[in-house]
């Protein structure tokens, strides 16, 4: 009796109690059994990602990449840091071509290069298509308008890859989808100057951009831009030259300076029979315009505004100052001396010109 007296002194550990313990035992093993499987999947999917992406970018030291390649990974990264773009895998079958391409020529060669280094380092930068959905008898069709990457997706199909990496634009309508791809290309390619020239003129006759407006979505001067639309009053034959760099920019503007379509075409001959250096081509330029007879009744301010206009070496500083500046620059030389005249169209546009002037004077 007073055994189970002090028994009785003991509360019996309650159902409630046991039931607490036996949940809290469950709980635990669920946990240790959820966490062990989500590790596993986690595992899972890494792997099935990696072995997706090695298809594209295989691992490779960055040192051991091309410098053009290396430039190419260092666009993409900030790119990605700062627009946060998802990348999508795109079958190639399904990517047209852009229509609207500035660039005309594709070196053989380049692409057999490009086509080499996709093959080890895979392709760093991805493509940029906007997404094109048709109706048809079966159901929608979805296709996809290349905007930027040309270059990258003929190599991959010379490679015979399935799929290449994209980056999707959502644009509403066709004509900024056009636009948008001929700046792109400005932006990335390296275009020779006509074909450059060419997507200016794009910009401005299609799609109604100013010189101006042009020049800001690039990155460049308004000055550039109308100096680069002027080698498309060139003939035919030197702009041809100039796009398979048979001759450069610079000698292509001087050429511009002439007037006379037979002296230009003769000059033009020269310097590809002779191959001219810039200096030698404008020594030619300046000797046949002075050899020209002038009546002496002309008056001696026209004359020498005559000789401005035509004057290769005035020509020529006239478009280093404005490359400088970014603004219109005219030189109109005198006897003693002469004007530089700077063309401005706001106060925030003569404020850079002056601290241009004097950060290069901080400089000298």
Known sequence: MLGKGLESLIPPKSQTDADKTQTNADNQ?????????????????????????????????????????????????????????????????????????????????????????????????????????????????????LIAGERRLMAAKMLGLERVPAIIRSISQKSEQLAMAIIENLQRANLNPIETARAYAKLQDEFG????????????????????????????EIQEALAKNQINESQARLLLVIEDPHQQQNLFKELLANNLSVRELRQRIRKTQFAEVRPPEIDDNIRRSNLQNIDPEIVNLQEKLTELLGAKVKIEPAEKGGKIIITFYSPEEIQGIINKLTMADDND
């Open 29 to 145: 093993a669920q946990t240790n059994a959820d966490y062990t499987q989500t590790n596993a999947e986690i595992k899972t999917q890494t792997d099935v990602d990696n072995q997706r992406e090695s298809a594209f970018s295989p691992r490779k030291s960055a040192s051991s990449l091309p410098r053009s390649e290396l430039a190419l990974l260092r666009g993409q990264r900030k790119s990605a840091a700062s627009q946060q773009e998802a990348v999508f895998h795109i079958e190639v079958d399904k990517i047209r071509p852009n229509p609207h391409q500035p660039r005309r020529n594709f070196d053989e060669e380049g692409l057999k290069e490009l086509a080499a280094s996709i093959r080890e380092f895979g392709i760093l930068q991805p493509l940029v298509v906007s997404k094109i959905e048709k109706e048809t008898d079966f159901g929608t069709e979805v296709e996809y308008q």
């Open 209 to 236: 951009l100013t010189q101006r407006e042009i020049a800001t979505k690039i990155g460049k001067s308004r000055e550039t831009v109308a100096n680069t639309l002027r080698l498309l009053n060139l003939p035919s």
